[in-house]
């Protein structure tokens, strides 16, 4: 008690200003017609800026969230278009379902690099979740590269940008196939080999999957032509593709699923030991 | 001792009656340069004895302002204003203090501690009133180069005026 007295005897004229002044302020906003106006407006303003930054901030946080949810959503999307592609006319209405080929799974990227000899990315699903080694992995743009070991929780995945990488690819156009391989160089361009000679081949030509390997459904993008020559006394068209795909901005990919998978591998092997 | 309370008792309805009647009306720039208010009663504040208690200056900051709100008609803004010339005259003091100290007797005049002092003290509590003075009566950012010009303007102007009023009426108390 002697303290509090104390202390107002110290303090008391400071404690009566501060009093006196919120009185004061009170005043000036409920009583001057101007100020009181002014007072209001920015009131409104301040009120309406905060809730508006707070929302902001708030969807920013379960942004993460939403991206997840998003990318899920692709990959179920993307899942059913892929197969109703591929399946018959007449399966289309009902057994579409049981019938159904390609499995996507969306996965984040864990990291990734585009300028070593040979890239790789590790993505967020592994073992637990059903990835298995030689699976194809794909993106919004385009095809990835293939998943080349696999842990519990984790994949690694040997990107396009990989020299050891191949992946049969056809000009959509012309249907024509050949192989696709990394030169080591520019992570945008990607050769096409294996063109022969009699096709005709033009810049600006797209080229998907083939389908005709175990990794990738046929049709997706690939990337469009961006050079060819046909060099003389070579059979095959030296062609450059420039990739739909920037393999530098990856940050969702989706694995892809071939249920089928072994079953070709098993009978391409058998052909091959005969 | 009487002869203080009547003096400043006097000059307290003197100010308020020449601030409200007087220069209140004053347009000293005209319509066009809108800018110059003349200010007397602050020189109330200043003139109270050394003596007075910080309470006592506090509520007398109050009442005065109060007055002058009274003739205004703008509720709070001039209290303000001389609440914070009040709760900062004995900083101000304190800080403006001659080598010698100050003498009880004396008030706080020319006479007493010289002219330049007195602009010096004067001079930064007016300029710190006008400014609380002008933020409140103008209350937005909108128009920071108008608060600042107008406290110039006013100031100059209003320090003029108190000399004028030191040089004249040569209060010793």
Known sequence: ?????????????????????IFCLYLIVNYNRKQRDIWANSANIFWGYSSEKWNDWTNYLSLQDKMDELALENAKLKEKLINYELSPIVEKDTLQTLNQQYELLSAKVASNTTDRPNNYLTINKGIKDGVRKDMGVISENGIVGIIREVRNDYAAVNSLLHRRTFISA????????????????NPQIVNLGSIEKHNIVAV????????????????????????????????FHNIKVRLSNDFGTLRYVEIVKNRKQTQQLELEKEIKEK | MNNVITQNILRLFFFVLVQGVVLQQAKLGGTFFNYISLFIYPLFLLLLPLKISKIALVLTGFGLGMLVDGAYNSPGVHTAACLVVAILRPLVLAILEPREGYNVSLGLTIKSYGVLWFLKYAGVLLFIHLLVYFVLEIFTPVYAIEIIGRTIASFLFSLFLMIMYMVIARPSV
């Open chain 1, 204 to 235: 600006g030509d797209t080229i998907v999957t083939s389908g005709y390997s175990t990794h990738f459904p046929p049709g997706l993008m690939i990337g469009t032509i961006a050079s060819t020559e046909l060099p003389s006394g070579n059979n």
């Open chain 1, 1 to 21: 008690m002697r303290n509090l007295v104390l202390l107002f005897l110290r303090f008391g004229h400071f404690i009566l200003f501060i009093l006196l002044e």
């Open chain 1, 170 to 185: 056809m000009i959509k156009r012309t249907g024509a196939f050949g192989e696709l391989k990394w030169v080591g160089t």
